[in-house]
Nanobody, 115 residues
C-alpha cells in the first residue's frame, strides 16, 4: 500500500510564500512522475506543476514563474515552492504520484491567501 502525505499548507497574505512537501510511504521504489494539482471550491481540479523522467517540469499557465517544483533523488518525495501568492491561489493542493499504470493521490493540504 502506497500513501502520499502532504504538508506545508497554511494561511498567508497576498504576496507571501509557502513550501509544500509530499512524501511517499509504503511499497514504492520511485515514481515515474510526480506533481501537484489544486482544486478551489466549485472548480475542477487542475494541474499546478509536474516533474517527470529526467527532471522535465511542466507548469499550469497561471503559474507564470511564481512556483517551483522539485523532488528528491529517490523520486519518492516532491516539493512545491509557492511565491508571490494571490487570493486566486486559494485551494486545496493535492500531491500526485504515478508509477506505471498506478496513480496515487494524497489527502490534500489547504492553502489560503488573503488580500
Amino acid at each position: 500500500q502506497v500513501q502520499l502525505a502532504e504538508s506545508g499548507g497554511g494561511s498567508v497574505q497576498s504576496g507571501g510564500s509557502l513550501r509544500l512537501s509530499c512524501a511517499a510511504s509504503g511499497r514504492i521504489t520511485a515514481f515515474t512522475a510526480m506533481g501537484w494539482y489544486r482544486q478551489a471550491p466549485g472548480a475542477q481540479r487542475e494541474l499546478v506543476a509536474a516533474i517527470v523522467g529526467g527532471g522535465i517540469t511542466r507548469y499550469g499557465d497561471f503559474v507564470k514563474g511564481r512556483f517551483t517544483i522539485s523532488r528528491n533523488k529517490a523520486q519518492t518525495a516532491v516539493y512545491l515552492q509557492l511565491d508571490n501568492l494571490t487570493p486566486e491561489d486559494t485551494a486545496v493542493y493535492y500531491c500526485n504520484g504515478r508509477s506505471g499504470s498506478l496513480n496515487f493521490w494524497g489527502q490534500g493540504t489547504q492553502v489560503t491567501v488573503s488580500s
